[in-house]
T-cell receptor, first 115, second 110 residues
Framework: NAGVTQTPKFQVLKTGQSMTLQCAQD?????MYWYRQDPGMGLRLIYY???????DKGEVPNGYNVSRLNKREFSLRLESAAPSQTSVYFC??????????????FGSGTQLSVL | RKEVEQDPGPFNVPEGATVAFNCTYS??????FFWYRQDCRKEPKLLMS???SGNEDGRFTAQLNRASQYISLLIRDSKLSDSATYLC???????????FGKGTRLSVIA
């Protein structure tokens, strides 16, 4: 049972380059999330998708776009990478957003460096 | 006031010690509360939910104080393998995503 799979695990970009982080879950979850984690800042929500066909901004959406391709897949795109986007990115999923006892399952993370 | 606040630590304790972390939350309408554990360079994983009556899982005890709006995590007989960052997580309002604290780092020392 793979759970939440995100790719790539590591990526180095030059300023201005674009890239897409891929995420897929096999738990038939409705909700999917993208977080970034920086030292001393904790997990910050970038975007989320409460259901297939919907996406919403989180705390730090600027510089990112997302696509909920289908129920399984939720991608995060950096159109023009900046050094401030150097971070560890986590994808997560849950059965439903905001429900009592909602439990999040995380992918193993992507370490992104923007030079 | 931040929605969820935790003492960042680090808490450095010897093996066998008892250690407790607190977490305060600002939204009195929050319904669900959790502790997640995150090992260095790994993804967060659910440690335990926190129920109104308090709950225990082996050496771990979680409690909720709604009147004072805080939750706590008590670890008894600390093991080296308990070294990690412990994240306090709380529901926000309506159908909105969970809110994470910044985490409390624990180091258990031999």
């Amino acid at each position: 049972n793979a759970g939440v799979t995100q790719t790539p695990k590591f990526q180095v970009l030059k300023t201005g380059q674009s890239m897409t982080l891929q995420c897929a879950q096999d738990m038939n979850h409705n909700s999917m999330y993208w977080y970034r984690q920086d030292p001393g800042m904790g997990l910050r929500l970038i975007y989320y998708s409460a259901s297939e066909g919907t996406t919403d901004k989180g705390e730090v959406p600027n510089g990112y776009n997302v696509s909920r391709l289908n129920k399984r897949e939720f991608s995060l795109r950096l159109e023009s990478a900046a050094p401030s986007q150097t971070s560890v990115y986590f994808c997560a999923s849950s059965e439903a957003t905001g429900t009592v006892n909602e439990k999040l399952f995380f992918g193993s993370g992507t370490q992104l460096s923007v030079l | 006031r931040k929605e969820v606040e935790q003492d960042p630590g680090p808490f450095n304790v010897p093996e066998g010690a008892t250690v407790a972390f607190n977490c305060t939350y600002s939204n009195s309408a929050s319904q669900s509360f959790f502790w997640y554990r995150q090992d260095c360079r790994k993804e967060p994983k659910l440690l335990m939910s926190v129920y109104s009556s308090g709950n225990e899982d082996g050496r771990f005890t979680a409690q909720l104080n709604r009147a004072s709006q805080y939750i706590s995590l008590l670890i008894r007989d600390s093991k080296l393998s308990d070294s990690a960052t412990y994240l306090c997580v709380v529901t926000s309002s309506g159908n909105t995503p969970l809110v994470f604290g910044k985490g409390t780092r624990l180091s258990v020392i031999a």
